[in-house]
């Protein structure tokens, strides 16, 4: 019992809730189930989010082509991620609170990388990879006040609605998804969607929770998009246009 209490305590559950489960047998304690749900959901979410751009960097790798892509919509999607991240480190949140965002932003600067590199600008995208990195280091660096940090978290909801704009209407106007992945739409849909919990259970914070209400709508937006063309292909649709 021992070696489970120091595998759970502290970082999935508290002193307190282990004792409810484990000593006293009372499984239905409310508070501690909400704590051991989150906990539970962020570490999966987590661990998803390792793999949840894959399919659609595979896609287009495979395809050798970024068509339907905007790398526009890459920026503002960087802009919100890395608005996430600076804000939950500068502001102590535990990793299973936000951990998901650090390998988010890995996978999209892959596909901001080659967006740039398909489209036969691969110095550009060097540039891009440069300056980001360095941003990042001067935000998470003592220069940086925290009203700046606060600032950039709060600019995550029009920054994500904009983003996810930029992509409906270029699917909109292409009247086709492109290479858009339905496996990584839909797992960032359901993973936002399951952060609207573990946010408001694990860092109370309603900056947080409304900007992943935000995601998650605008995430919606385009998995209905997705399966309203599900049968429209790039090449069909460029036929039907000669």
Not at 55 to 82: C, D, M, N, W, Y
Not at 182 to 188: F, P
Request: proline residues 3%.
């Amino acid at each position: 019992m021992e070696a489970l209490r120091g595998l759970l305590v502290p970082g999935i559950l508290p002193e307190r809730c282990y004792d409810e489960f484990f000593v006293r047998f009372n499984l239905l304690e409310v508070v501690c189930l909400k704590i051991l749900v989150s906990k539970l959901l962020g570490i999966g979410i987590i661990v998803g989010s390792i793999l949840v751009k894959v399919p659609q960097i595979v896609k287009i790798l495979r395809s050798g082509s970024a068509e339907g892509l905007s790398f526009h919509s890459v920026l503002l999607e960087l802009l919100a991620l890395t608005g996430t991240m600076v804000y939950s480190v500068t502001r102590g949140f535990t990793f299973s609170a936000w951990g998901e965002v650090l390998f988010l932003i890995i996978q999209t600067l892959i596909i901001g990388f080659l967006i740039q590199h398909l489209g036969r600008r691969t110095a550009w995208g060097a540039v891009f990879l440069g300056i980001y990195f360095t941003l990042v280091a001067v935000l998470l660096s003592p220069v940086t006040p925290m009203a700046v940090i606060t600032a950039l978290q709060a600019s995550n909801m029009p920054a994500v609605i904009i983003s996810r704009l930029i992509q409906v209407l270029t699917n909109y106007r292409n009247g086709h998804t492109g290479q858009l992945s339905a496996v990584t739409v839909t797992l960032l849909f359901l993973g936002s969607l399951a952060r609207i919990f573990t946010s408001i259970q694990e860092t109370g914070d309603p900056l947080m929770a409304v900007t992943f209400v935000v995601s998650s709508t605008c995430n919606g937006v385009i998995l209905a998009q997705l399966l309203y063309y599900w049968n429209v292909s790039p090449i069909g649709k460029k036929k039907k246009r000669s």
